[in-house]
Nanobody, 125 residues
Framework: QVQLVESGGGLVQAGGSLRLSCAAS????????MGWFRQAPGKEREFVAG????????YYADSVKGRFTISRGTAQNTVYLQLNSLKPEDAAVYYC??????????????????WGQGTQVTVSS
C-alpha cells in the first residue's frame, strides 16, 4: 500500500503562484511514476504533470507546459507541483497519484493505483 497526502492549495489571484506538495508513505519503493491530475466542477479528471520515481524524468500536459513544474524531493518522498502564472481555468481540485504497474507516466486516471484526497486551488480573476 502507498498513502498519499496533498497540501498547499488555496486562493490566489490570476498570475500568481502556488506550490502543491504530495507526501508519499508506505511501500514507496514499488512506485514507478507519480502524476498530478486536476478536476474542475462538471469536468473529467485531467492529467497535469508526471514524474518517474527513479530518474525524475517529467512529462506535462500542453495546457500547463512552461507554467507548472513537477519535482521530487528524495529525502522526504515528496512530489511537488509548482504552479506559476495561474489562470482562472486552472482552478480545480488537484490530486496526486501513484502508479506501480507500468513503466511509464500515464496520462489517464485509470493508470494509477493510489490517490490522495485532493487539494483545492482557486484562482480569482
Amino acid at each position: 500500500q502507498v498513502q498519499l497526502v496533498e497540501s498547499g492549495g488555496g486562493l490566489v489571484q490570476a498570475g500568481g503562484s502556488l506550490r502543491l506538495s504530495c507526501a508519499a508513505s508506505g511501500r514507496t519503493f514499488s512506485i514507478y511514476s507519480m502524476g498530478w491530475f486536476r478536476q474542475a466542477p462538471g469536468k473529467e479528471r485531467e492529467f497535469v504533470a508526471g514524474i518517474f520515481w527513479s530518474d525524475f524524468r517529467t512529462y506535462y500536459a500542453d495546457s500547463v507546459k512552461g507554467r507548472f513544474t513537477i519535482s521530487r524531493g528524495t529525502a522526504q518522498n515528496t512530489v511537488y507541483l509548482q504552479l506559476n502564472s495561474l489562470k482562472p481555468e486552472d482552478a480545480a481540485v488537484y490530486y496526486c497519484a501513484a502508479n506501480r504497474r507500468t513503466l511509464r507516466i500515464g496520462t489517464f486516471a485509470n493508470e494509477y493505483d493510489y490517490w490522495g484526497q485532493g487539494t483545492q486551488v482557486t484562482v480569482s480573476s
